[in-house]
């Protein structure tokens, strides 16, 4: 398949980058929100997930009008995280533990997408849009976390 270039190549590429993205935040709640002891910080996960959820479906309708089928996480870095939840859960298996956990995950997901959204310049505004929506809940949720450190 020949890789698109200009404003459509760099929308899909931006795209499929909030679709892992999306898919990897998801996976990360999902890992660890049955262990939160807290009422409060479970549904701040949980609803955390449904808008990963919402926006997960707008991404697909995007990616769909492009004919692409989107982007899995890099399995290597969910396998990674996987592990490296279940270490520290193991350890302390505290609401705080989970609360820095989903943190980092936070703040890697900014700044990738960060990244992302510079590197995609040539991207549509719905693409950046969508991009930018997700930076937010994902800088919103590790502000949200810190009462839980």
Excluded: W
């Amino acid at each position: 398949m020949k890789e698109k270039v200009g404003k459509d190549g760099d929308t899909v590429k931006l795209l499929r980058e909030c679709d892992a993205g999306i898919k990897m935040g998801i996976s990360s709640i999902e890992d660890v929100v049955s262990d939160v002891k807290d009422r409060n910080f479970r549904e701040m996960l949980n609803e955390c997930k449904r808008r990963h959820e919402a926006l997960s479906i707008e991404v697909g309708a995007l990616l769909d009008e492009h004919s692409d089928l989107g982007k899995n996480p890099n399995p290597m870095a969910k396998s990674m995280s996987f592990i490296k939840t279940n270490v520290k859960m193991l350890a302390k298996p505290t609401d705080e533990t989970i609360a820095d956990l989903m943190t980092d995950g936070c703040n890697m997901g900014v700044k990738s997408l960060g990244r992302y959204l510079n590197q995609y310049k040539s991207a549509d505004q719905k693409s950046k849009d969508i991009a930018k929506n997700l930076i937010s809940l994902e800088d919103r949720l590790a502000n949200d976390l810190r009462e839980y450190l």
